[in-house]
C-alpha cells in the first residue's frame, strides 16, 4: 500500500512502474473523499497527458454497455492525443484498504470492458482512506 504524501508529481513524469503509478496517484487525489471513477491518459512512452477524467456519481453495480462506452470513448482520445497510450484507472472511495463487492465488479468491469474495446489500461487502481492499492495489473491491447 502506498500512503499520501503531499508532493506534486513532475509533469514530465514518466509513468512506468507500480510505484510511479501510484506516486502518481497518492499525491494528486489524496485521502479518498467520494465514490467516483478518474481516468489519467498516458502516451505510448508513459508520459501522462494533460487529461484527467473524474466520473462522478458511478453507481455500485456497473452495466457492461456503460463500461464499455466509457472505455471506448477513452480509447478513442489516445487514438486521438496519445496513440499507443493507455488509460490508467483510480477507482476512489471512502472506507478501508480491503477490496469491496463495489470495487471488484468496478475493477473486473473496467478490465474486461478493455479487452472487449482493444484499449490498454495500464492498471487499476483503489484509492481509500489511507492509501493506494493496485487492483488489477496491466492489460495490453494494442489498437
Do not use: N
Amino acid at each position: 500500500m502506498t500512503t499520501f504524501t503531499p508532493s506534486s508529481p513532475t509533469p514530465d513524469a514518466i509513468i512506468a512502474s507500480d510505484a510511479d503509478a501510484r506516486e502518481l496517484l497518492a499525491s494528486t487525489l489524496g485521502p479518498a473523499l467520494r465514490r467516483q471513477l478518474w481516468a489519467f491518459l498516458l502516451d505510448a512512452d508513459g508520459m501522462q497527458l494533460p487529461i484527467v477524467i473524474p466520473i462522478d456519481g458511478i453507481p455500485a453495480s456497473p452495466a457492461d454497455d456503460e463500461l464499455r462506452s466509457i472505455v471506448s470513448s477513452l480509447g478513442q482520445v489516445l487514438d486521438e492525443f496519445g496513440p499507443g497510450g493507455s488509460v490508467l484507472f483510480a477507482l476512489e472511495r471512502p472506507g478501508e484498504e480491503r477490496a469491496h463487492g463495489f470495487d471488484e465488479l468496478w475493477a473486473d468491469g473496467l478490465h474486461a470492458a478493455a479487452h472487449d474495446e482493444e484499449v490498454d489500461v495500464f492498471a487499476i487502481y483503489l484509492v481509500h482512506d489511507d492509501g493506494v492499492r493496485m487492483m488489477k495489473a496491466r492489460s495490453s491491447l494494442r489498437r
